[in-house]
């Protein structure tokens, strides 16, 4: 059975930086695509940042020039954010394996909480 755990989550200042890591049993990254999802309370999921099948990186606007998305081992996904704000505030997901327009892994996320 495929399970994605993400780590690395907490509460940091505002300005401060976190890396949140995303760890697969069952399954290796290399030749899948890959992404990172945030939801923050009332508001609906958004896709954070993906790797595509040809290793193309992509960011949404809010966290572009902050956040960075990376492939460790063939078993890990990294997201490094930095000049963290309160907006980043909420629970972060790693996906990975589109297919159909459909993510077939999740992980169960990891909290993020900037304070001002």
């Known amino acids: 059975q495929v399970q994605l755990v993400e780590s690395g989550g907490g509460s940091v200042q505002a300005g401060g930086s976190l890396k949140l890591s995303c760890v697969a049993s069952g399954y290796t990254f290399n030749g899948r695509s890959m992404a990172w999802y945030r939801q923050a309370p009332g508001k609906e999921r958004e896709e954070v940042s993906r790797?595509?099948?040809?290793?193309?990186v992509f960011y949404s606007s809010s966290v572009k020039g902050r956040f960075t998305i990376y492939q460790g081992n063939s078993n890990t996904l990294y997201l490094q954010m930095n000049s963290l704000s309160i907006e980043d505030t909420a629970m972060y997901y790693c996906?990975?394996?589109?297919?159909?327009?459909?993510?077939?892994?999740w992980g169960q996320g990891t909290q993020v909480t900037v304070s001002s």
């Open positions: 996906a990975a394996y589109r297919r159909n327009n459909d993510w077939q892994y």
């Open positions: 790797i595509n099948v040809a290793g193309e």
